[in-house]
């Protein structure tokens, strides 16, 4: 054991994961969660993105198996719906279907408010584990050098060895009650996207398929002039979930003739075909959020860290949605804050420091295919990622071969899902395969249009 008591401030995916890696290096974990948890797999106020189309990579499954053993299993036997990324998913991207091809890799499909129950479920059954919730973090308590603990709202304090702040976007209350303690506030930078999802439950008969044999569907717009998104997931509990929207304020509206008139402009007949002969979950309702702009903190680049304290999840980095990557990002964060616990104990801020250089290098790679993604249009604000303009060019290139090339799309595939780093679409066969492959993409001559490029 490292330590004798730590503390977990939101109870959420980052929360979650991270009680799971400190229950076996501490005599006893408290997650401290503000909101009622729900008994059942149900959306709550605290997590708004929750009824909206949440894809739970390939690497992030494989993390959570490993943290969670026979989690995959469990979620498929609960109707989570098992498929193949490269046949199962009908991935429509810069104007055509990426071809299809059986990749022998397990994808699942599920609502974020059943996965976030499960994974619950099996941190409230590990024995010093202790949820609180219904329960608010209003400060924290530190001294020379240190957090020393929490302090609840009703006026208690928690004190620890330890404490994870995974409130997510939220975390800006923390920045000022560290300030109170003397700690500086990391830089963070912001993406400006103004990306809007909009999400209605449909029925799902046990079995049915989208159009041309799909289980789930995604579509990316063709940047810069269409900004548009749209996904169909079959999930659990007989289910279809279908969000539209965009980015820069492309967003589907709730009422459902203009929902389904987004759906019937997109350029494929999948959606529309869907909508058309399902029945609405909740007479139809649609729930809509919206994300103005992604955001990371540079705790790593702080001269004093303050022992005792980090930050994890969406308290670190919030991604732009559409990439599908917070979950497992936060997942790997709570897997390097245990190699740095073993390696470093919780005493000194060497730990923390261990700690966000590793959530950093986890981080970089999604960041930048997120960021880089978003800046072909003009209209993001931010930090611009170096070479930016010439990688997208390459990359559209990428995305005109993956219509025709199972190669092409199969690195695609594994950079998207984690499981292989973004330099792999730099590698010589890659970038001869994409070469020759883009021209024979049914969308080249749209996508190389001058309007269009
Ligand atoms: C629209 C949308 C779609 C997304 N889609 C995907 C996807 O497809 N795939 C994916 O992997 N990720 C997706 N994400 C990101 C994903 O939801 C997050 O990365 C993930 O939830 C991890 O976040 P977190 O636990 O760090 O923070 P959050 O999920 O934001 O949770 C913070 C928790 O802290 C609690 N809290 C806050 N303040 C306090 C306090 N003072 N005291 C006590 N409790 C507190 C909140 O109630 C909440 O439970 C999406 C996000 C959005 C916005």
Redesign the pocket.
Known sequence: MVGKHAVV?????????AARILASRFDRVTV????T?PAEAKD???????P??????IS?RQKLDRLFPGLTRELISGGAVPFDPGCDLLFHQMGALRTRFPSGKLGISLS?AYL?HAVRARVRALPNVQVRDE????GLTGLQGRVTG?VL?GGATLYADLVVD??????H??EAWLRDLGFPAPKEVRVKID?G?TTRLLHRIPGDRLKDDGLLLLMSAIPPHDKRAAAAFAIEGNRWMV?LGGWHREHAPVDPVLFEKFATDLPFPHLSELLSRAEPVDRGEARK?T?PAARRRYFERLRTLPAGYVA?????C??N??????????TQEAMVLARCLDRFGVRSAKMARAYYRGAASAISTPWQTATGGDFVYAETEGPRPLGNGIVNRYVRQAMLASHVSPDVHEVMMDIQHLLTPTTAILRPRTVARTLLAARRSPAWRDATAPSGS
């Open positions: 401030m939101g109870g959420s995916m980052g929360g979650i994961v401290v969660e503000r909101d948890l709550r106020r605290g997590v708004p993105q929750s909206h189309a949440h894809a739970l990579l992030g974020r976030e329960t608010s973090v209003t929490v709202d995974a409130t997510g976007r939220s975390a209350r923390t990306v999802y969000t959020f994300y994890l999840g969406d308290a670190i919030s991604f949605p559409l990439y599908g990557q917070g979950m497992t990002v936060a």
